[in-house]
């Protein structure tokens, strides 16, 4: 039986991506088992003690390449542990396509490419991207081993990133 390493936001300020994280659980559990899920935190490395003397350290001193590398690297170092040659990788929505989780989301990402995991990306809405963020993205989505459905941006999705990429309702509706 394969593991699901979940990945999302699980306690955010934007309810929505805690409840997609929360339904995406219990559809996952239902389908592989729930000893079968290995949930992690996108902004795990965010609420650390070290984390978060990171992030004022690089805004005090207006370097954001440095939050953005430790970001990077701490949870690359996490999901190269955590990953299992049996493991699928699933991000479960939400704004995880924003500025803000790109780098934790590159360092996974790297692990995948590595490994030539399988990877989902389900319920996505696309956020606030700069170019540099857009070319890294589609670097690593332009891959076979990769499937993405966004829940809204579809065309901008597709012309800016890859064009495979499949348009799917809100989880939540899911949920009512």
Same mark, same amino acid.
């Given at each position: 039986?394969?593991n699901?390493?979940?990945?999302?936001?699980?306690?955010?300020?934007?309810?929505?991506?805690?409840?997609?994280?929360?339904?995406? &659980?219990?559809?996952?559990?239902?389908?592989?088992?729930?000893d079968?899920?290995?949930?992690?935190?996108?902004?795990?490395?965010?609420?650390?003690?070290?984390?978060?003397?990171?992030?004022?350290?690089?805004?005090?001193?207006?370097?954001?390449?440095?939050?953005?590398?430790?970001?990077?690297?701490?949870?690359?170092?996490?999901?190269?542990?955590?990953?299992?040659?049996?493991?699928?990788?699933?991000?479960?929505?939400? &704004?995880?396509?924003?500025?803000? @989780?790109?780098?934790?989301?590159?360092?996974i990402?790297? $692990?995948?490419?590595?490994?030539?995991?399988?990877? +989902?990306?389900?319920?996505?809405?696309?956020?606030?991207?700069?170019?540099?963020?857009?070319?890294?993205?589609? +670097?690593?989505?332009?891959?076979?081993?990769?499937?993405?459905? $966004?829940?809204?941006?579809?065309?901008? @999705? &597709?012309?800016?990133?890859?064009?495979? $990429?499949?348009?799917?309702?809100?989880?939540?509706?899911?949920?009512?």
């Amino acid at each position: 039986m394969r593991n699901v390493i979940l990945i999302s936001e699980l306690y955010s300020s934007n309810l929505g991506d805690t409840v997609i994280s929360k339904i995406s &659980q219990k559809l996952f559990a239902k389908e592989f088992g729930l000893d079968h899920i290995i949930q992690y935190d996108i902004s795990k490395h965010r609420r650390t003690l070290i984390g978060r003397i990171v992030c004022r350290l690089s805004k005090l001193l207006g370097l954001e390449d440095l939050l953005n590398r430790y970001l990077y690297c701490a949870t690359k170092r996490d999901i190269k542990r955590i990953l299992l040659n049996k493991s699928i990788v699933v991000f479960s929505g939400g &704004q995880l396509f924003l500025d803000f @989780f790109i780098p934790p989301m590159l360092g996974i990402l790297d $692990v995948i490419k590595e490994t030539n995991t399988h990877t +989902y990306f389900f319920f996505f809405f696309i956020g606030r991207l700069r170019p540099r963020e857009i070319s890294k993205l589609k +670097y690593y989505l332009n891959n076979n081993s990769i499937r993405v459905t $966004v829940r809204d941006g579809l065309t901008f @999705f &597709q012309e800016n990133i890859s064009p495979n $990429v499949y348009a799917c309702p809100d989880v939540a509706i899911k949920s009512s």
